[in-house]
């Protein structure tokens, strides 16, 4: 059994720019970015970003603890995870970027919120991988509005290929919750979260 690299979380600011700089170029994403998700990362430095890179070290090994199949697929899919601040969403990815995440989680959330965060992007990663080797889609379809449908997790009109990774994403993040963190409301199973709280 072989060991993958770290995970590298960016906190460098013209690092961060850069993986910005990849995702805004995505050709594919402008085409079909119906949230405007190439506008939604600030240009400014972020002065949390140290408190936010250990909030996203202490997830990562949380997720180590809590399953160590997550752990795995996500050491060996994700390279990267850089951080810029973003009024408007705490993260998110490209399938033209498969192994870097952006992130921005809230310095307030608890270290459950940031591996259910991880958790999610990492479905996508997966899904992205699937997608790419089996081609699962007519992109000039998906650019029309008649092929759209209702997202499971925003509720709204949205790409074929975007629904179908909201309702997987909603999939595991609840079997997740089943099995590992317990759902909101509920108490967390026995032992409570490791890496604290």
Known sequence: ??????????????????????LSDDDDLTVLDDKNQTEVIDTEPDPFVEKKA????AAIECLGILSSEHKRLFDFLITD?????????????TSSTIGVIWANPKITHRIPDVVEFIVHELTHHAMFIDEHRYGHYDHKALMSRDSWAQSAILKTP???????HSIVVAAEIVMFREKFIGHPGAPPLPGGYPVGS
């Open 1 to 22: 059994q072989g060991r993958y690299r770290e995970t590298n979380i960016v906190v460098d600011y013209d690092q961060a720019r850069e993986f910005c700089r990849l």
């Open 54 to 57: 250990v909030l996203l070290g």
């Open 81 to 93: 995870i850089f951080l810029m601040p973003s009024k408007e969403a705490s993260g998110g990815t």
């Open 158 to 164: 949205r790409p074929l290929d975007k629904v179908i």
